[in-house]
Nanobody, 123 residues
Framework: QVQLVESGGGLVQAGGSLRLSCAAS????????MGWFRQAPGKEREFVAA????????YYADSVKGRFTISRDNAKSTVYLQMNNLKPEDTAVYYC????????????????WGQGTQVTVSS
């Protein structure tokens, strides 16, 4: 059974940092591209970042480029999202997701999802 478990969310002031983790089990992480998505109240889920299985290719939404960094440690079956210079508009539930094949930015293309972790940025 595949499980993705996010952690590291919380409440932070604007300008602060958080690092999210996504621990994977039930799959061989090195066989999957991984993505981070987020969903704010009343809004659709949106793409944040993605990485290929080997970390060679990474992709970011324009809104987080230069502030967020996605990384992975296949040996630890864990994917990370380092978030710096957080803004109130980054407030959302953050989800990690896995897909076989190349990294994509469309949520419908991901096969496995975690339950999400809340990130709240106060102004």
């Amino acid at each position: 059974q595949v499980q993705l478990v996010e952690s590291g969310g919380g409440l932070v002031q604007a300008g602060g940092s958080l690092r999210l983790s996504c621990a994977a089990s039930g799959l061989t992480l090195s066989s999957y591209s991984m993505g981070w998505f987020r969903q704010a109240p009343g809004k659709e889920r949106e793409f944040v970042a993605a990485t290929s299985w080997d970390s060679v290719n990474t992709y970011y939404a324009d809104s987080v480029k230069g502030r967020f960094t996605i990384s992975r440690d296949n040996a630890k079956s864990t994917v990370y999202l380092q978030m710096n210079n957080l803004k109130p508009e980054d407030t959302a539930v953050y989800y990690c997701a896995a897909r076989g094949g190349r990294a994509l930015s469309t949520s419908r293309d991901y096969h496995y999802w975690g339950q999400g972790t809340q990130v709240t940025v106060s102004s």
